[in-house]
């Protein structure tokens, strides 16, 4: 028996007895009640579970983090927390505590992973949500990474199209993914997905809907999701109240994959607090209909926990470091309260689990240690003055290396922001530091713009008002002016491509990832683009760049005035 499949038929036996940017971590102002050091509200010494009593355990953003994630996102209050072996050990206590209780997920429970999932399509992932009860999830834009199709694999099984991962064969996640605000032009949601769904506990029935962040639709990559749009997430919860009350719900619970933070002034947020929170998820509360008595939200990676409106508005911060224990007490109508339980590491890791997380260590070991390259120096992901990336840069310099000859024949390079999850280490780095730097596995693509269309281009780097997203070049400098209105920053005669001027009706070839070149972050520029060559995989181009090349941290390529 493989190491894959024993896990599942040890961690059914455990299930049918007691039951994955930056990540907020969460002061945990809350008197203690149980777990380990001060202000820490864990799962010891639960209390008594009451008449007519229903739990929900939640949690959102576990972006495959499998094994205990590191450094200050590894922690809730100065304690450790997370990593799947304990976060299963802390959902067996609970269920042991209060059997009329599910699992639940705000999304983002997969993509953007460490390689141990990530290597493996995140398949390690849905199978550890499976083995804890997992009974409903809201997709989170994370899920849509990979496309529509790679969503309907993950929901019904089956082998990737490179081929079937080491283990049992992939079954597909045993709990429904709801998307209510995601359709097609008919109005239909995404294959194998579903809006809402019914929780029967403790003999009452609980209507759990499910929606995803409008942005979906501009921070993943488009070809992935065409013809489908991503709707206002409360006119799509309100719209399919009456079909679950309909359908018996005493009550409804919304996951939401979209949220707020606290804003603290000189302090950490408490993570059972709601201090000055943003007013998305205050707009929720008060827009959602009274049928909806909590809101289990995500996407922002922040803790909260509060009451807006009458309803129960929480969030676990991310990366499986907090549950969020949901009461619904059914007593004349339903009184909802919650509180977020540190997800501690003092507790026994649960073995089933821990056996499937050091399966995937060992799988992935091999590719993860090699040594690919190195660097005197941190390259850091954190944009400069101008907005550009330094890591940002290197990148593009590693994709125009790999397409100036050839068919591609590029002359420039661009590479996103969002692209990159951290910085490069000083020192050896390893095919597995890689990976965490870019673990989207997308494809370097080069197309054809007019020297028109890239002034317009690099002024799209504006054109959101609430973040401004700078593109970092290679073959690529330029000045602009950060006071200058918008479609006018550049500065005029300041663009040059490979040393020479920028020529309005000239063709150039310009490589990017396919997520940009489908129009990403809203660079809708590239959709005008035309005759696109197909290369590698990026972290192939980025290995074999830092395999011929000494990196150092480069001289910035844009200016700002």
């Known amino acids: 028996m493989d190491a894959r499949r024993g896990f599942a038929v040890g961690l059914t ?14 002061g945990g102002k809350t008197p203690t009640t149980g777990g380990a050091g001060g202000g820490i509200v864990s799962t010891e010494d639960l209390p008594k579970a009451g008449a007519n009593e229903v739990h929900l355990f939640a949690f959102n953003d576990l972006h495959g983090n ?27 206590r609970l269920k042991a505590a209060y059997p009329a209780s599910a699992v639940v997920s705000a999304g983002d429970n997969i993509s953007a992973s460490p390689m141990i ?28 990474d990979h496309g529509v199709r790679e969503l309907t694999r993950i929901q019904q099984g089956g082998c990737a199209p490179d081929g079937c991962e080491p283990g049992a064969p992939f079954t597909g996640a045993k709990f429904p993914y709801l998307a209510a605000n995601v359709t097609d032009a008919q109005g239909n949601q995404p294959p194998a997905l579903k809006p809402w769904t019914m929780l029967e506990l403790g003999g009452h029935k609980v209507g759990v809907v499910g929606t995803v962040t409008p942005d979906t639709a501009n921070i993943v990559f488009p070809e992935g999701i065409r013809g489908f749009t991503f709707g206002e997430e409360v006119a799509a919860i309100n719209k399919y109240v ?41 707009r929720f509360a008060n827009g ?23 309803k129960v508005v ?39 689990t821990a056996a499937l997380v050091d399966f995937y260590a060992e799988q992935a070991k091999p590719r993860a240690g090699r040594v690919v390259g190195s660097t005197s120096d941190t390259i850091p992901q954190r944009p400069g003055p101008s907005g550009e990336s330094p890591l940002g840069s290197v990148i593009a310099d590693a994709m125009l290396s790999d397409t100036k000859a050839g068919p591609a024949s590029a002359v420039a390079a661009l590479m996103n922001p969002g692209g990159m999850r951290t910085d490069l280490k000083a020192g050896q780095i390893t095919y597995g530091d890689l990976y965490t730097v870019q673990p989207f596995g997308n494809q370097v693509v080069t197309v054809t713009l007019t020297g028109q269309q890239i002034l317009r281009l690099l002024e799209q780097q504006w054109d959101n008002p609430s973040k401004t997203t700078v593109l970092s070049p290679a073959g690529i400098t330029y000045s602009y002016s950060a006071a200058a209105p918008n479609g006018a920053k550049v500065i005029a005669g300041s663009v040059r491509i490979a040393g020479q001027p920028l020529n309005p009706v000239a063709a150039y070839r310009i490589s990017a990832n396919n997520y940009l070149v489908s129009g990403g972050d809203g660079f809708s520029v590239f959709a005008e683009s035309k005759d696109p060559t197909v290369g590698a995989i990026d972290l192939d181009v980025f290995e074999r760049f830092l395999r011929d090349h000494p990196i150092q941290p480069p001289a910035p390529r844009i200016e700002k005035k």
């Open 13 to 26: 036996v455990v299930a049918s007895a007691v039951l994955v940017g930056g990540c907020g971590g969460g």
């Open 66 to 92: 499998l094994q205990p994630p590191g450094g200050a996102t590894g922690k809730i209050n100065g304690v450790d927390a997370g990593g799947a072996a304990f976060l299963a050990t802390h959902l067996a």
């Open 117 to 144: 999932s990530g290597l493996f399509h995140d398949e390690p992932t849905i199978d550890f949500l499976n083995s804890v009860g997992m009974a409903a999830s809201s997709v989170g834009n994370h899920e849509f």
């Open 242 to 282: 009456p079909d679950i009350k309909k359908a018996g719900a005493e009550t409804i619970v919304a996951l939401m994959h979209d949220g707020s933070a606290q804003q603290v002034k000189g302090n950490v947020a408490d993570y059972n607090g709601c201090e000055n929170i943003g007013p998305d998820v205050t």
């Open 288 to 310: 959602i209909d009274p049928a909806v008595s909590v809101l289990v939200t995500g996407h922002t990676h922040q803790p909260y926990n509060c009451t807006i409106n009458g």
């Open 314 to 352: 929480t969030q676990a911060a991310c990366y499986g470091r907090l549950i969020t224990d949901i009461t619904l007490k059914f007593d004349n109508g339903v009184r909802a309260s919650a509180i977020n339980r540190v997800v501690t590491r003092d507790a026994p890791a649960d073995k089933p």
